[in-house]
C-alpha cells in the first residue's frame, strides 16, 4: 500500500493564480482531512470529508475549495492565491473515529 | 466546542531519561479520543499512542505511555529512556464523540523536545 500520497510536494504561486492540491489514499479509509501547518500555530483544519460526496468545512476555510468524488481522492482547491496562504498543507485519511489519522507526507505552497 | 492546550516551552532532556510532555484538553463530550503524534525535522506526522476516555487503564506502546488523568482532563506523553531520534515536535490531539462533525481531530500547537548526548 502506497499509504496517503500528496501530489505536488513543492509548488510556488503568484497572488491570484488558482492550484489544486490531489490527495490519493488506498487504504479505502471514509473520513478524509486536509490541514494547514504554520509556525507556532499547530495543525488547523481547513477541510474534511466523513464520505465519498461529501465535504465540511473546518477550522480556517475561508479561500479553499474541496471535492470528494471518489472516496479515495480529496482535492483541495485554491481559486485566487494570497501570500497568507503560504504554508505546509496536510492530507490525512482514517477508517473510523477510534483510529489514528494517517498522514500525507505534506506539500509545501509558498504564495509570493 | 474542543481545545487541547500545550503550553511548555522548548523541552530539553538528558539521553536515557525519561520526559514528560504536558496536554491538557476541554470537551463537553463524555466519549471521545486522545492522540499524541510526533513530527520530526523531516515533516512527517507519525502517530504514537491513542487513550479512549472510556479505556480503564493507560495506553502503553513500547517506550511511550499516557498519563491519562480524566478528572484533570489531561494526557500527558511519558517517554522512557530517551533516544536522540526522539528529538522533534510532538503534538496532542483531540477527537469528539459521535460522527459528521465530532469525527474531526482538534491538534494543540505543539511541543519541541531535544534530546541531548
Known amino acids: 500500500n502506497a499509504g496517503v500520497t500528496q501530489t505536488p510536494k513543492f509548488r510556488v504561486l503568484k497572488t491570484g493564480q488558482s492550484m489544486t492540491l490531489l490527495c490519493a489514499q488506498d487504504?479505502?479509509?471514509?473520513?478524509m482531512y486536509w490541514y494547514r501547518q504554520d509556525p507556532g500555530m499547530g495543525l488547523r483544519l481547513i477541510h474534511y470529508s466523513v464520505g465519498e460526496g461529501t465535504t465540511a468545512k473546518g477550522e480556517v476555510p475561508d479561500g479553499y475549495n474541496v471535492s470528494r468524488l471518489k472516496k479515495q481522492n480529496f482535492l483541495l482547491g485554491l481559486e485566487s492565491a494570497a501570500p497568507s496562504q503560504t504554508s505546509v498543507y496536510f492530507c490525512?485519511?482514517?477508517?473510523?473515529?477510534?483510529?489514528?489519522?494517517?498522514f500525507g507526507p505534506g506539500t509545501r505552497l509558498t504564495v509570493t | 466546542a474542543q481545545k487541547i492546550t500545550q503550553t511548555q516551552p522548548g523541552m530539553f532532556v538528558q539521553e536515557k531519561e525519561a520526559v514528560t510532555l504536558d496536554c491538557t484538553y476541554d470537551t463537553s463530550d463524555q466519549s471521545y479520543g486522545l492522540f499524541w503524534y510526533k513530527q520530526p525535522s523531516s515533516g512527517e506526522m507519525i502517530f504514537l499512542i491513542y487513550?479512549?476516555?472510556?479505556?480503564?487503564q493507560n495506553a502503553t506502546e513500547g517506550r511511550y505511555s499516557l498519563n491519562f488523568q480524566k478528572a484533570r482532563k489531561s494526557a500527558n506523553l511519558v517517554i522512557s529512556a530517551s533516544q536522540l531520534g526522539d528529538s522533534a515536535m510532538y503534538f496532542c490531539?483531540?477527537?469528539?464523540?459521535?460522527?459528521?462533525?465530532?469525527?474531526?481531530?482538534?491538534f494543540g500547537k505543539g511541543i519541541t523536545l531535544s534530546v541531548r548526548p
Open positions: 487513550q479512549g476516555s472510556y479505556d480503564e
Open positions: 490531539a483531540m477527537r469528539g464523540g459521535g460522527t459528521g462533525a465530532n469525527s474531526k481531530l482538534t
Open positions: 487504504m479505502n479509509h471514509e473520513y
Open positions: 490525512a485519511s482514517r477508517p473510523g473515529l477510534n483510529y489514528e489519522q494517517y
